[in-house]
């Protein structure tokens, strides 16, 4: 779509009622249009997008310091099935 707005989208999936899966990416105008031009359609967010916010809400994390190396306790008494 050269201009993108939701009542551009709304328009669009009304004249296109055979469309049942919607994937968009992170701008809301894609999400309110198939809201409301296609309420029945399944919406789904693309891996590339879906990758890219997981990674930026890692990133967001605090920094601290790493994990001190797990060292495993000796065990203190060994069981035997008989």
Not at 42 to 51: A, E, G, S
Not at 54 to 60: D, F, I, M, R
């Amino acid at each position: 779509m050269p201009e993108c707005s939701v009542e551009l989208v709304v328009a669009w999936l009304e004249t296109h009622p055979e469309i049942e899966i919607v994937s968009w990416d992170r701008g809301s105008t894609y999400v309110d249009g198939a809201t409301k031009g296609a309420p029945l359609a399944t919406q789904v967010c693309d891996r590339w997008h879906l990758l890219k916010n997981l990674g930026e809400a890692v990133e967001s994390l605090p920094h601290s310091s790493p994990c001190p190396p797990f060292r495993p306790s000796k065990p203190t008494s060994t069981v035997r099935a008989s």
